[in-house]
């Protein structure tokens, strides 16, 4: 019994993420969906292969924390050692599932495969641990008693690891734990104001005494604010929070896109899915990379038209009839080019608002009038075009392509508001 | 003075981080660059915008680490309270540089802006604390002793890490630790190849005490193995990683596409522009993430001519020419569409290959016989046209996709070839 769970940790485990290949995101995505149950994570632990390693950090946070979810490490090869480490950190052997492993077996006879051999060492468990069966992989978890607390183990493959805490971890948690209380956590998402300014219009309600308390992120373009009241009971902790998320959205009325989805193409497509109207960009610099973020949106072919990514200047004049000689006296990143891509994608498209980006992301190409950063666009609608220029910071190719697109969705979000 | 460093900590700070808003990146990105130095990296902590967490963890991992590196908490907001916690760590207070001040302040009138006045915390440090400017931020960082170990503060904006971590951390590593020795690391990209298929191929190479030692990871299709060496001497340990990677060059051939790059679309990039060829992308399902994995590459201008975004069955016809009846009869996703979109990127762009991608991304949309999951590929190359099927698992429309973009991507390395 796991009784009032207040406070949990997350480990992560896997050679691949110490050696910096992708980060782990497995953490987060289960301490956003502990918080609903009033569970606070307040640390993340990426640790490797290594059942050393494991083992002692499973021990020292199982005595620190009554709830440790770990993923990762429990796969066929033999590099995932999670298991070995859990049993040892548990004081008990592992023992092999004889149940599980025939239905590993019979999953794969259905798919008429035979099952590699190494899959085997997944139907091993510590011994008394409760396993939590895999609806979408191979690899089952299990929850484990250590001392004072508990560890649960789940696959590190993202939509295993979600699958599960969906269907496994997160029911016997309401089952076992008590009600969460007095926590509540709400965030903003806003476009087109750098971090200082924000600071400096919200002034006091950044203090660190503040109630609720208020935090900023800004990532490329991209500010996050989150509003986190405490208090003896959830209404008493809503109360604080929304007393002050109503002077937010008064305060930011014109930057304020989302309190839900942090995804800018979320808004611009369901702002225009509202009006019933379409989209069509031509994209040079960002190469895709704003059709990428709008088609990322799950119902975005109500709303976008076509695409063009004219990244060659031969392909501007070819794709979307941009006229030869305006790229040869301003150049292809100019305020003229981005009027003309921005009409053609709106002829060709029939497209209610179009949008260009043309610019120079580095690392080379910058010249000391147009340097690497330096970002036109243009955005057509009923015939009219008006064109914006902005110099984004020279921070990398990656980042100046991302800065780009925010700009440019939130260009079409103000427009068509 | 550090002497000998063999192994560090990481520590990643900052709220948004456990509300699971993005990953941290920072902590991969200094492994990577300490490894270099012979310096492993084995354990990642990630912490909030808590002072009493922040000092707790600060005191032990230098009590167990020679070194520590922390990202983030700097900046002026009042939320960031990593320079306070370091200073309790160490038993020492804040004092305020003068000539940091003084610095700063310049360094706004130099851009016509007066300094916000939160900027100001940024010119406190621990006493005793060394400081290591930052070129492309505001927020210096700074080097503190905790009794047996060394703390690095940097700041949490990647760019502005990087920066200070190439400019100011490592050469002040290369010249207070003693070098490296005796770690060797490897790694190969793939694609084309499930994990478990690699595994069985690679036999034995991946037992847990194989030297050197083998790990592989998966992600959308792209598979990573990496060869761990180590030994007495760097020339010992890069002789054993020579060797088997040898041996893997030769089985895993026609999957390998890159030793340093983990992005295809660099491996493309590169091909093509070694054989002088160009490519247009007419794309559907995956919605112009294709075009930005390539145009991603600096670079990419050479080979890569055109791309369209063909979302709507309009657009499919109106930009690139399918005949109405094909997508009638056959439907948007299917041999006949795939085949006729690359024929029409091929036609208008005059590129040597052109590929297209149409296909049924989720999460609705999907029938009994086109499943969510199914993806067509058309490949167009010196008039030739060839198509090919592929159901990805059902995981999720970003997975779908990007596992889409990643085939594309192989399909155009294996033909260029």
Request: aromatic share 6%; hydrophobic share 45%; net charge negative.
């Amino acid at each position: 019994m796991l009784g009032e769970v207040r406070r949990a940790a997350c480990v992560a485990v896997g050679d691949e993420l110490l050696a910096g290949d992708y980060p782990d995101s497995n953490s987060g995505a289960i301490a956003v969906a502990l918080a609903e149950l009033g569970i606070v994570v307040d640390r993340f632990v990426v640790l490797g292969d290594r059942k050393g390693d494991l083992e002692s950090a499973f021990y020292d946070l199982c005595a620190r924390y009554q709830l440790v979810v770990c993923t990762g490490g429990i796969g066929p090869t033999l590099d995932d050692v999670t298991r070995e480490a859990a049993a040892a950190a548990a004081g008990v052997p592992l023992e092999r599932n004889e149940a599980l492993l025939a239905a590993l077996r019979e999953s794969y006879m259905r798919r008429a495969r035979a099952m590699p051999e190494s899959n085997e060492r997944q139907a091993w468990f510590p011994r008394g641990a409760q396993v939590m069966p895999n609806a979408v992989g191979t690899a089952p978890g299990f929850r484990v008693w250590i001392d004072g607390g508990t560890l649960c183990v789940l696959p590190g493959p993202p939509h295993e690891m979600q699958d599960m805490l969906r269907r496994e971890l997160l029911p016997w948690l309401r089952s076992t734990c008590g009600q969460g209380q007095g926590i509540v956590r709400h965030s903003f998402y806003m476009l087109g104001l750098p971090e200082s300014a924000f600071s400096d219009r919200a002034g006091d309600w950044m203090a660190r005494g503040a109630t609720p308390l208020m935090g900023v992120t800004a990532h490329t373009g991209i500010l996050k604010v989150t509003l986190l009241g405490k208090g003896e009971s959830v209404e008493g902790a809503r109360a604080q929070v929304e007393a002050r998320a109503a002077e937010v959205r008064a305060r930011f009325a014109e930057e304020l896109y989302s309190e839900d989805d942090p995804r800018p193409g979320a808004a611009v497509v369901r702002q225009l899915a509202e009006r019933g109207a379409t989209l069509a960009v031509a994209e040079s610099c960002t190469g895709g990379l704003v059709a990428e973020l709008l088609t990322d949106i799950a119902g975005a072919s109500r709303v976008f038209e076509a695409g063009w990514v004219a990244y060659s200047n031969e392909s501007k004049v070819s794709a979307l009839g941009v006229d030869p000689s305006l790229i040869e006296r301003h150049g292809a990143v100019s305020r003229e080019v981005a009027l003309a891509l921005a009409q053609g994608a709106a002829e060709r498209s029939g497209a209610d608002f179009a949008l260009s980006i043309t610019g120079v992301a580095g690392p080379t190409g910058g010249t000391p009038e147009k340097p690497v950063g330096l970002v036109w666009f243009g955005l057509w609608q009923a015939g009219r075009l008006e064109a914006f220029e902005q110099r984004f910071p020279s921070v990398d190719r990656a980042s100046i392509r991302r800065y780009a697109a925010h700009m440019a969705l939130n260009l079409v979000r103000l427009a068509s508001r």
